[in-house]
């Protein structure tokens, strides 16, 4: 696009059509006479702090001729005239209209090169409320926003250390979506920030319109096979503040509250923020209960159904679990509709409205299991088994990791029952493959800090430690 003329009119019709004046409804602009000059202002209704903007109006309407007589360029105007602190002169045509468009005002005064770029716009968001998926007993209830700017202040709140740097960036070649990189600069390894800015830079898209779901889309590695989550997200602001004081790298996208934590493992998602809320030893024990709870959800059924295959193969003692009830459907089959039902009443409940989803999911629930087990097309053992499974896939944050762990179960139970034992066998082998071989955005390894092996950061992981000054 170029760089602003000299000419007033010339720049004054450039940006109105650039900008859409006359074809967007939202796109305002206004005509000042500012000591005898022409001068406009541009701003997205919306955005705009009308406060701000009409002190400012008043302001300038007042200035004489006298006043502008010895101004040789808008920073000159900026300087004596606009008191606001978040203003900047631009020259280049293209940025400038980005500037506006993501909420900043813009003003050309006749005679003087050069636009100011006001930053007094207010975003329209909600309050910062407790996120739905990260609520704790003990502990702040407050709550990322889909603004940055607010969500780099709880932040700051939190980190009052010169050394924590949030460093912006433009993603999406039509979006310019705002993307900020926060980490403590004496801290962050710079090997990691520098792979970190690569993948973002590289990103070859219009725009971001699923803000942090596309940006992790657009730089995870090409492993369309593998389940797998790469990024851990988190919408608390103490959790986000924790991992930024051991080093590691939050990534904010404008229109999301929910932030990347890089870089990410497997044996990251064993951690939950209500064990920080609750002393060591019974952190130490929730912590353990979960990742005991998420391992038996991958395996219980298809181990029950191996068990339960071929008579015989169960001790005495456990002869209760080979005898399920017969029902109309296989037990393979009842297995998997049950599978398929889960995820029906789940997609139900998301999008019934708000006063009816709790009740509609129980009756939903306890309707079909009823009917099902009634009409003979379901065992009882089938809906206590599956029942177990949907209650432990949400002993743990993270959906995505759950929804892995469910398509795997599903896998292991169909080579379970083609292959039996070998198939069980094979299958297990294929889940630590599948993890060994999973590849970060960023970092180490997937599996690290078990591979490769550091002792002290596994055991961090896995039990949580009283805080010091080397532990937060």
Known sequence: ???????????????????????????????????????????????????????????????????????????????????????????????????????????????????????????????????????????????FVEAVVPNMALLRRRIRDPHLTMEGLKVGKRSHTDAVLCYLDDKADPALLSAIREKLNAIDVGSLSMAQESVAEAIRPKQWYNPFPKVRYTERPDSAAASVMEGNVILMVDNSPSVMILPTTFFDFTQEANEFYFPPLIGSYLRLLRIIV?????????????????????????????SPEPAALGLLWQLLVVEFLVDVLKLASLNTPDSLSNSFSMLGALILGDFAVQAGWLGPEVLVYMAFV????????????????????????????????????????????????????????????????????????LVREPISRDNT
């Open 1 to 143: 696009m170029g760089t602003l003329s000299d000419n007033y009119a010339e720049n004054v019709r450039l940006f109105n059509e650039v900008l859409g004046v006359g074809r967007s409804v939202d796109m305002v602009s206004r005509d000042y006479v500012i000591g005898g000059r022409k001068a406009r202002l541009w701003v997205v209704d919306g955005y705009g702090k009308d406060e701000t903007l009409e002190r400012m109006g008043a302001f300038w309407l007042s200035r004489t001729p006298e006043d502008l007589e010895s101004l040789r360029n808008m920073q000159d105007f900026v300087d004596r005239f606009i008191s606001f602190s978040e203003v900047d002169v631009g020259f280049d045509v293209e940025e400038i209209v980005t500037s506006v468009l993501m909420g900043k005002s813009l003003l050309l005064v006749e005679g003087l090169p050069g636009g100011a770029q006001i930053d007094a716009k207010d975003y329209p968001s909600r309050g910062v409320d407790e996120p739905p998926d990260g609520k704790v007993l003990r502990g702040s209830h407050d709550g």
């Open 294 to 322: 998420f391992l038996i959800s991958l395996l219980i059924t298809p181990t029950w159904y191996l068990m339960v295959k071929e008579s015989g193969r169960l001790p005495e003692w456990l002869d209760f679990l080979s």
């Open 390 to 461: 949907s209650v432990a896939s949400f002993a743990q944050p993270s959906y995505e990791m759950g929804y892995a762990f469910k398509l795997l179960r599903v896998t292991l139970l169909l080579l379970t029952a083609v292959f039996d034992v070998w198939g069980y066998g094979f299958g297990i082998l294929g889940i630590v493959a599948l993890l060994a071989t999973t590849k970060p955005l960023v970092g180490r390894g997937y599996l690290y800090p078990l591979l490769p092996f550091h002792a002290k950061a596994l055991w961090r992981l």
